[in-house]
């Protein structure tokens, strides 16, 4: 569970000015161990803030995969994939990055459908 960063100031702030950990953890009805956690982390950083993870864009450009993306919007995950020279998972996880999302709606109209139904009861 992720505590917000106002509550973990607080706490904070009640040790230091009147409390102890122990009533802290009462009152908040958070664990010793993880106050413990935080004034330590206040401690040697200064914050109580948690470290957001930069991942960066290691093998795909997000913006020349959206471009081409939209160039090529009929492609399929092994296609693009070929193309960056990657794998389709690696597209998968790129287009859930980007916020991309799958086709929908297949690209069959109606006279095509009605055509190969006429087709069957032809014969």
């Known amino acids: 569970m992720c505590y917000s960063i106002d509550l973990r100031e607080k706490v904070i702030e009640f040790i230091e000015s009147k409390g102890s950990v122990t009533e802290a953890a009462v009152l908040f009805k958070i664990s010793e161990r993880t106050i413990y956690y935080w004034l330590k982390k206040k401690k040697t950083t200064g914050s109580v803030k948690d470290k957001i993870p930069n991942r960066p864009w290691r093998k795909l450009n ?5 471009e081409f993306v939209e160039k090529h919007s009929d ?14 998972s690696t597209i998968c996880e790129a287009f859930k990055r980007l916020r991309i999302t799958r086709k929908k709606r297949l ?3 109606k006279n095509e459908t009605k055509k190969s139904v006429q087709y069957f009861w032809q014969k």
């Open 107 to 109: 690209y069959v109209t």
């Open 75 to 88: 492609w399929t995950l092994k296609e693009y994939a070929q193309h960056f020279n990657s794998i389709p």
């Open 62 to 66: 997000p913006k020349v995969l959206s």
